[in-house]
């Protein structure tokens, strides 16, 4: 089986970088490569989600330079790799806080999302200043929002199964992801999509993103058809549904 969405933490770019005694920075340029191999590989393999993360909203805390450069790199690709998306029937969204970013990258994102809202055949998500615990409580924000505009009064007691988190997640156009996938050797989710990955099956390796590809991503790819995805049921209820 193959997964219908993929999610990964692109980790290890400044390790990467020091083993070659090279800047951090050259090992986040390098992982853009990385980037485009991915992308590709999903296509060819009718992967119909991807979503990776880029910047944690953790990362602000890096040292000046550093969140610069990412930024930069950021409006980078969006400038030279929006028309290759369009071209390709990929639709491109970002997940995130965007308020922190500049104007201007603020404006390539909307300008790319709108650009290539039309497109099926691959929809490639930027997690960017995103943190699931960030999502979680827009999420609720939102939730809450509409229940106030629906005339509810909030000193109504609510149970948890009538807060209905789902609609309001990030990631609301998506199925939730069945592979996660981590490069860079950490076990750790690092607050990447806490709520949605609550099934999916967790793949860490070794290698450093800037040298994970398509080799590396089709070992990922039989380890997950290799897996019983049971979801609390047992095996044999499993089983039975499959045959
Ligand atoms: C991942 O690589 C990229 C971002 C978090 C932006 P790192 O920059 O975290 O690289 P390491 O983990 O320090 O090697
Ligand atoms: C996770 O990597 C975030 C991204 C890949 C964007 P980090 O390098 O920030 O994670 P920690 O700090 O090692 O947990
Ligand atoms: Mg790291």
Request: glycine share 6%.
């Given at each position: 089986m193959?997964p219908?969405?993929v999610?990964?933490?692109?980790?290890?770019n400044?390790?990467?970088a020091?083993?070659?005694?090279?800047?951090?920075?050259a090992?986040?340029?390098?992982g853009?490569?990385?980037?485009?191999?991915?992308?590709?590989?999903c296509?060819?393999?009718d992967i119909?989600?991807?979503?990776l993360?880029?910047?944690?909203?953790?990362n602000?805390?890096?040292?000046?330079?550093?969140v610069?450069?990412?930024?930069?790199?950021?409006?980078?690709?969006l400038?030279g790799?929006?028309?290759?998306?369009h071209?390709?029937?990929?639709?491109?969204?970002?997940i995130?806080?965007?308020?922190?970013?500049t104007?201007r990258l603020?404006?390539?994102?909307?300008?790319a999302?709108?650009?290539?809202?039309?497109?099926?055949r691959?929809?490639?998500?930027?997690?960017?200043?995103?943190?699931g615990q960030?999502?979680?409580?827009?999420?609720?924000?939102?939730?809450?929002k509409?229940?106030?505009?629906?005339?509810?009064?909030t000193?109504?007691?609510?149970s948890?199964?009538?807060?209905d988190l789902?609609?309001?997640?990030?990631m609301a156009?998506?199925?939730?992801?069945d592979?996660?996938i981590?490069?860079?050797?950490?076990q750790?989710t690092s607050?990447?999509?806490?709520?949605?990955s609550?099934?999916a099956?967790?793949?860490?390796t070794?290698?450093?993103?800037p040298?994970f590809?398509a080799?590396?991503?089709?070992?990922a790819?039989?380890?997950?058809?290799?897996?019983?995805?049971?979801?609390?049921?047992?095996?044999?209820?499993v089983?039975?549904?499959a045959?």
């Amino acid at each position: 089986m193959v997964p219908q969405h993929v999610a990964m933490i692109m980790d290890g770019n400044g390790r990467w970088a020091k083993k070659r005694y090279l800047p951090r920075v050259a090992g986040h340029a390098r992982g853009v490569k990385r980037v485009r191999d991915i992308v590709e590989f999903c296509i060819a393999r009718d992967i119909p989600y991807l979503t990776l993360f880029a910047f944690s909203t953790e990362n602000w805390k890096r040292p000046v330079d550093e969140v610069n450069h990412l930024m930069g790199l950021f409006v980078s690709a969006l400038e030279g790799e929006v028309s290759k998306l369009h071209k390709n029937g990929i639709r491109l969204r970002v997940i995130g806080d965007l308020q922190p970013f500049t104007p201007r990258l603020q404006a390539l994102i909307a300008s790319a999302e709108a650009r290539t809202a039309g497109n099926d055949r691959l929809t490639l998500t930027i997690a960017a200043n995103y943190g699931g615990q960030w999502d979680i409580q827009q999420a609720f924000g939102g939730w809450l929002k509409a229940r106030h505009a629906a005339g509810r009064s909030t000193a109504e007691p609510v149970s948890p199964k009538d807060i209905d988190l789902e609609p309001y997640l990030a990631m609301a156009y998506a199925p939730n992801p069945d592979l996660l996938i981590r490069t860079g050797g950490e076990q750790r989710t690092s607050n990447f999509l806490l709520w949605q990955s609550a099934y999916a099956e967790l793949y860490f390796t070794d290698t450093l993103w800037p040298a994970f590809d398509a080799a590396q991503m089709e070992q990922a790819l039989a380890w997950y058809a290799q897996r019983e995805r049971r979801f609390g049921q047992t095996s044999q209820q499993v089983l039975s549904v499959a045959r």
